[in-house]
């Protein structure tokens, strides 16, 4: 199922975030594809204000992974610099599939092979203004 919403700002981008969090129940693979500045972050930002950790998202550029403790644990990765397997395994990717922590993806076109079934992909695609938003949200059981 494909689903696609335009928001206007960053703050409406982090609301349909903070829907799709009411609705995680832990597991879940979301998969963030799109450009640098498009909002990957601050979609995650509204995710974990959705999950009621508050104001805690930082880009995980350079720490390659983030975890975030409300409702769930989700565990951030940046995959910007992942280049191969090796580097993937480096990330302790793979330990943390099959749990019940939410795993939220940045640049996850660059892992695209080891993304397991069921994952679910968050396109952002720059809309018609500099802040407006086209996101596409495909593999999500449910209305948001």
């Known amino acids: 199922m494909e ?3 335009t928001t206007n700002s960053p703050a409406e981008t982090e609301a349909l975030a903070a829907r799709l969090a009411a609705r995680l129940t832990g597991g879940e693979v979301l998969a ?6 498009m909002g990957k972050t601050a ?3 509204g995710l974990m ?3 009621g950790a508050g104001d805690v998202v930082s880009s995980p550029t350079f720490a390659i992974v983030n975890e975030y403790q409300g409702r769930l644990t989700v565990e951030h990765f940046d995959m910007y610099r992942v280049t191969g397997w090796d580097d993937l395994y ?3 990717f ?4 099959d749990t019940d922590r939410v795993l939220v993806i940045e640049w996850s076109e660059n892992i695209a092979e080891a993304l397991p079934e069921g994952t679910v992909t ?3 695609a720059p809309g018609e203004g500099e802040t407006q938003r086209v996101i596409t949200i495909t593999g999500w059981k449910g209305e948001l």
């Not at 963030?32 to 500045?37: C, D, P, R, V």
């Not at 793979?94 to 599939?97: N, R």
């Open 3 to 5: 689903q696609r919403f």
């Open 32 to 37: 963030f594809t799109g450009g640098m500045g």
């Open 43 to 45: 979609f995650t930002r």
């Open 49 to 51: 204000r959705g999950l």
């Open 90 to 92: 480096s990330t302790g």
């Open 94 to 97: 793979f330990d943390y599939l």
């Open 122 to 124: 968050i396109a952002i």
